[in-house]
């Protein structure tokens, strides 16, 4: 891999991750972009080597299975690459009542957005402070900020992303390594449809496009802020919810979640 810096991106093949994979190219770093869609990373990598020159180590793999981190570590350790930034993005809704919902799709929605995440920000945390320079970005969202009934458990998984990232952060100050947590409020992406939730209210009511959420993201990542919320209406949402009764805030949470019955 050659000199510039190197970003490692966890899905990258869609949504938000794309995005912040062209940003990334755009400006000169190499990829390291993992996901399950093989030839979607293909097909990217093969696009931004066309537009900027990129070089980008492509890894497919499936980040809810346990040992996933360790692979992706070991891979870059093999191809002797640097991570200078971790992004920390893939992740996936499930959408019920938890007492319904399958238990295994369950397990795998809190492997891949917290235990993965975890894991790949403890292997290359280390690397980066013995640097005394590394940048990580956690993606958690605005689920992160109250109980969310009908997906409970990828709303609770979000809050450990934001309460983690914030925690470390504070750890880290003074160190040369910054921790950011990107917070979106709903998106289009893959995310809604593949969590069944397109004609949740939350949606209806209006969503950021991925482009300007990966933006404000990769400021926030350069600029070494802690958290961002991406969008004023979500940043005042967050917000509000802090002086309402937590009981009130879990009952809209759910209006806002349901879906229109077909
Ligand atoms: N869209 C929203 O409304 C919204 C709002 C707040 C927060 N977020 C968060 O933003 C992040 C990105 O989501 P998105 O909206 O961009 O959704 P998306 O379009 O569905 O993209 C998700 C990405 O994660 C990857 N991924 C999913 N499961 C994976 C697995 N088991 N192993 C490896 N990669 C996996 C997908 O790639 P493959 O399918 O190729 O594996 C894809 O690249 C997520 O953490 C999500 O929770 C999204």
């Known amino acids: 891999m050659p000199d510039h810096k190197t970003a490692l991106i966890t899905g990258a093949s869609f949504g938000i991750g794309l995005e912040l994979a062209r940003l990334f190219a755009r400006d000169g770093y190499s990829l390291v972009l993992v996901a399950r869609s093989a030839d979607k990373l293909r097909q990217l990598a093969s696009e931004f080597e066309k537009a900027h020159g990129t070089r980008s180590l492509i890894l497919a793999s499936d980040l809810s299975a346990p040992g996933a981190a360790a692979y992706v570590h070991d891979q870059t350790a093999r191809a002797e690459i640097t991570v200078d930034v971790l992004v920390n993005n893939a992740g996936f809704g499930q ?46 969202s605005t689920a992160a900020f109250q109980a969310g009934p009908l997906m409970s458990v990828y709303y609770a998984t979000k809050a450990y992303v934001l309460h983690f990232s914030e925690g470390i952060a504070n750890e880290l100050r003074g160190t040369g390594v910054t921790v950011t947590c990107l917070c979106p409020g709903p998106t289009v992406t893959e995310f809604a449809k593949r969590a069944k939730i397109l004609t949740a209210r939350l949606f209806k009511l209006g969503a950021m496009d991925a482009r300007t959420v990966a933006e404000d993201g990769y400021r926030a990542l350069m600029a070494g802020k802690p958290i961002v919320i991406s969008g004023f209406k979500n940043w005042l949402t967050a917000q509000s919810v802090r002086f309402a009764p937590r009981s009130w805030v879990t009952a809209v949470a759910r209006k806002l979640q349901e879906t229109r019955k077909e």
């Open 95 to 140: 959408f019920g009542l938890f007492a319904e919902n399958d238990l295994e799709e369950c397990l795998q929605q809190i492997q891949l957005n917290i235990t993965t995440l975890t894991h790949l920000t403890r292997l290359y945390l280390p690397e980066m402070l013995q640097r005394k320079s590394g940048r990580i970005l956690n993606v958690a």
